[in-house]
């Protein structure tokens, strides 16, 4: 059982993924907030009968998956309704991430939260101990994005603009990993932080 939990949080094409996965090659467990919205809202959940009851069964596919473009459609369309899947979702994303960082086996565990500062952060999740930050200059995530995504210039303006700035997240940080496109450096970085969270675990523990 894990009892010292990191959130981990950066940017859109920051470079999460990236650091989440050199965490996971040192043995650490990832809690991923994107794998957790998806089970919530899976055939047969609680969250899933919920949002059909809330949404109508409109947004169901013929076989019973949540038809994620119909939901997105009505949720763009309608802050009240964004709001209202929300409500539904959130608590249960939060509570299934908590429970995958405490049955952990690693020493300590990380909940990756792409949307961290947006969601409220230690206000929402208590239960971390640590939070750190994958930062990149914006110009950075701007290229990023429009080579791995083929977004136009100013697609990737507003994917940028529709999130935290840089400074909400930054403001929120314990630690931050630099991610500018220096591979031996960002291994380095990952490697310093997994020896001293080790550290602060066992004292936790």
């Known amino acids: 059982m894990s009892q010292f939990v990191v959130g981990l949080t950066g940017g859109v094409a920051a470079g999460k993924s990236e650091v989440s996965r050199r965490f996971e090659a040192l043995g650490i467990v990832v809690a991923d907030a994107d794998v957790a919205a998806r089970a919530v809202v899976a055939p047969g959940s609680e969250g899933l009968a919920r ?39 959130h608590p249960a994303i939060r509570e299934l991430l908590r429970r995958t960082c405490e049955e952990a086996t690693s ?6 939260i792409p949307l961290l500062t947006e969601a409220g952060g230690r206000q929402q999740y208590p239960w971390l101990n640590r939070i750190l930050v994958v930062d990149a200059p914006v110009a950075v995530q701007h290229a990023r994005l429009m080579l791995r995504d083929g977004s136009t210039a100013e697609l990737a303006d507003r994917m940028i603009a529709a999130q935290a700035s840089r400074e909400e997240r930054l403001a929120l940080a314990d630690d931050v990993v630099v991610n500018d496109g220096h591979p031996e450096q960002l291994q380095a970085e990952v490697e310093r932080l997994d020896a001293a969270y080790r550290v602060m675990a066992r004292r936790t523990g």
């Open 51 to 89: 949002i059909v009851d809330h949404f109508g069964s409109g947004i169901l596919l013929a076989d019973g998956q949540l038809d994620r473009a119909a939901l997105r459609e009505r949720i763009f369309a309608s802050a009240q309704e964004r709001q209202a899947l929300e409500a539904i979702t």
């Open 107 to 112: 020493p300590y565990a990380i909940a990756a």
